[in-house]
């Protein structure tokens, strides 16, 4: 039988050699069923050293604490239940057990890496943060924050700007749109930022015609599109107008994309862009 702290407090330690926060947050859903309002949670991070699990059940040992851990390595949870069981510390292990029935129901061990989870709750709240960023600077939206964006894509309307941002922005990039049109110059935001992160990209006029003449056809006209949107004169114009643009802007990336499926161009610019500064 465990025995009650002489004093009024009690203690629980939480130890993991990641951030802690999965069994913290365990912890604290259990003990939202107990009444006791004298206990005292402390978590430990990153445990993953014998000196550091002696150290503790040490420390458990001299206040009467109970220790709650999510210790991943075999080697150091054995060494912390053997220690708290010689020093007379309850013990429990969240995650022992669960680790070997999965390794028994799935016929593989795990992995034994500590952070994981973390890792994984990181990486979703990046691609959140980037969809949110992308959709925000879409087809030239919000361009005092252009500078933000880890890539940038130019073009003249049914380029497939919008669906290509997307698409880098699921995988954690900010991506901004920015269109080209005829007679308009393109906004000052777009000659102040990294050069070498924007993507011009172009397309087959004939191809561009059938894209646009289907638009026309399935949609109805509006934000300035007219019905001559889609003929070969004008978009040849939109095209040798945007052609020159990037001429004149030899560091921008130039992208046909004439038949290419989009996780091809994303492919594509990740590569050429991003591959030489960092990755996700």
Known sequence: MTKKPAHGEHHLFIVSDATGETAEKVVLAALSQFSESHVVTTRYKEV??????????DEAAAIDAMIVHTIISPLLRAL??????????????????????????????????????????????????AIDFTVKHDDGQSLQTLHEAD???????????TPLSIYLARDGWKVANIPLVYGIEPPTELFAINQHRIIALTIDPQRLGQIRKARIKHLPLRGGITLEYAEPDYVMKELSHSQALFAQHLEWIVLDVTGRAVEELANDIVSRVMGRERKL
């Open 151 to 161: 890539i940038v894509l130019v073009g003249v309307s049914r380029t497939t700007k």
């Open 48 to 57: 993953r050293t014998e000196p550091q699990i002696l150290s503790l059940v």
């Open 80 to 129: 912390l239940d053997s220690k708290a069981t010689r020093r007379k510390v309850p013990s429990v292990d969240l995650m022992g057990n669960l680790l070997i029935h999965l390794t028994a129901y799935l016929g593989s061990p795990p992995l034994s890496q500590p952070g994981l989870l973390h890792k994984i709750d990181a990486d979703y709240f990046k691609r959140i943060d």
